[in-house]
Nanobody, 123 residues
């Protein structure tokens, strides 16, 4: 089970930190996706659980940082320099097996999803 938290309303240029607490099963890696109204769910960031290797969508590279706390089974997404186009429902997801680089951006590799947390960035 994945429990996402930390969403909210923030002004453009501001910051938010999302968290996703995992329980009940083991996994190889975790990712964050987002879905804006009327758009498809898109990849944001991914991190491998053992090595902490991270990947980012080009749209968030340099502004967002994904990290994990192995002891607490929690993954965080630090979002800085937020833009109105970052407005979306953010979902965390876990993958049961290691994903190849080209697979991390697809929802198909993830088998467990959190409930989503809304991030709204005002201009």
């Amino acid at each position: 089970q994945l429990q996402a938290s930390g969403g909210g309303l923030v002004q453009a240029g501001g910051s938010l930190r999302l968290s996703c607490a995992a329980s009940g099963r083991t996994f190889s890696s975790m990712g964050w996706f987002r879905q804006a109204p009327g758009k498809e769910r898109e990849f944001v960031a991914h991190i491998t659980w053992s090595g902490g290797i991270s990947y980012y969508a080009d749209s968030v590279k340099g502004r967002f940082t994904i990290s994990r706390d192995n002891a607490k089974n929690t993954v965080h997404l630090q979002m800085n320099s937020l833009k109105p186009e970052d407005t979306a429902v953010y979902y965390c997801a876990s993958a049961p097996v290691p994903l190849r680089t080209m697979e991390v951006v697809s929802t198909r590799g993830y088998d467990n999803w959190g409930q989503g947390t809304l991030v709204t960035v005002s201009s």
